[in-house]
Every structure is written in C-alpha cells, then in structure tokens.
C-alpha cells in the first residue's frame, strides 16, 4: 500500500517568511510524529499525534512552530517567520502500534 | 538525559560482514531499532528488537542486545554495494513514543 507521503519535497524560503509542510500519513495510522534532521544534530523529535489525545509537543523549539493534525489524518507543520537555522530536512512518520515508525521521504527546507 | 551513541563511520569490502555498534542511556527502552537511510530518501525500518530479547535474526541481518551495557549491534553478513547508506540506531523514550536517535554510521561499501 501507500506510504507516507509528505509535500512539498524541496522548499526554499526567505527569511521572515513562514512555511506549511504537509504530511500524508499511511492510511489507518493512528500516530504521527514530526520529527527534524539537520547536518551535525542529527534526528530530532519535534511533536506528536496519537488519536484525539493532545499533542506532545515538548520536542518544539520555538513557539515559532506549530502542526495541526485534521480529522486524525493529514497533519500539517508551521514554522513562522523563519529562520536560517530552521533550514533541514523535516520528516514525518505515522504507526498503528508505538512499536514500528514508518516514516515519509521528507521536505527539505532552505531558508536564505 | 537520553543520549544514544554510534560511530559515524564505517568502510567494508564486499562480501564481508559488517557490524555497526550503538550504545544508548535510557535504560528503561522498551524498543531498540535500526533505521536505512540512502542519499536524499527517507528513513527504513529495517528492524527493532524487544528490550526483553538478546538476539533477534532477519535474513542477513542480525540484531544482539546486551540491555546490561545497554549496547546493540547491527550486523550484515556479506554486505553489498547496495548497502551502503547511513544506518541510525534509536530508542524509544521514556516520555512517550518519540524516538531518540544516534546521529548515524555511514557505512561505506567497496567492490
């Protein structure tokens, strides 16, 4: 079946500027999670959907950032006002049990 | 706090085993796994373990870990151009499902 899906695969922003990344994941997927690469901090987590419970969001880093989830599906990541530091791959991964996380090809971010 | 640990680099020849090694602190990770990453592609699963195991085995794959040191290991038998990649060795954390990660192993394979 289909995997995670995330859009759009390359971004390139200016700074000031806020950014949507988009995040399909696999159908039937109850969890969803965020998470941030970056050259020399390697995976970071970001935040995380489990069903209707509230999110966990204690991996964000600012409060320039922000994701929503709709309808226990498609989740979307904000960042506001970017920043040249937010430049990174951004990865999102769904699972049905907390055991396995799939995750999708990423939206890499560049802010100049 | 949580911290999981890999060397970063790893070069092989074809043909022979490799293993990547992985240490981590958070001795109450219930899930260790190990991640393929290949240029510009996202993450694989390609297998975890139950902190309850010592050993678990899929195909060419081996994975051994000693919860007493809290280290784990990655082993390729008779690895393949194919295989080279970043390999990341996570956790899952004690405060919810989040994963933790090492900053990976380049694994680098040589014909």
């Known amino acids: 079946g289909a995997g995670v899906s995330q859009s759009p695969s390359n971004k390139v922003t200016e700074k000031g500027k806020d950014v949507e990344l988009r995040c399909d994941p696999i159908?039937?997927?109850?969890?969803l999670y965020w998470y941030r690469q970056s050259l020399g901090q390697g995976l970071e987590f970001l935040i995380y959907?489990?069903?209707?419970?509230?999110?966990?969001k204690s991996g964000l880093p600012s409060d320039r950032f922000s994701a929503e989830r709709t309808g226990g599906s498609v989740s979307t990541l904000t960042i506001q006002r970017t920043q040249q530091e937010d430049s990174a791959v951004y990865l999102c991964a769904s699972s049905l049990s907390p055991g396995e996380q799939y995750f999708g090809p990423g939206t890499r971010l560049t802010v100049t | 706090g949580e911290d999981v640990e890999q060397s970063l680099f790893l070069s092989v020849r074809e043909g022979d085993s490799s293993v990547i090694n992985c240490t981590y602190t958070d001795s109450s990770s219930t899930y260790l796994y190990w991640y393929k990453q290949e240029p510009g592609a996202g993450l694989q699963l390609l297998t975890y373990i139950f902190s309850n195991m010592d050993m678990k085995q899929d195909q060419r794959l081996t994975v051994l870990l000693n919860k007493k040191d809290k280290h784990l290991s990655l082993r390729i038998a008779d690895t393949q151009t194919g295989d080279s990649a970043i390999y990341f060795c996570a956790e899952r954390g004690q405060a919810g499902t989040a994963l933790i990660f090492g900053k990976g192993t380049t694994l680098s394979v040589s014909s």
């Open positions: 959907f489990q069903g209707n419970s509230a999110p966990d």
């Open positions: 159908s039937g997927h109850t969890a």
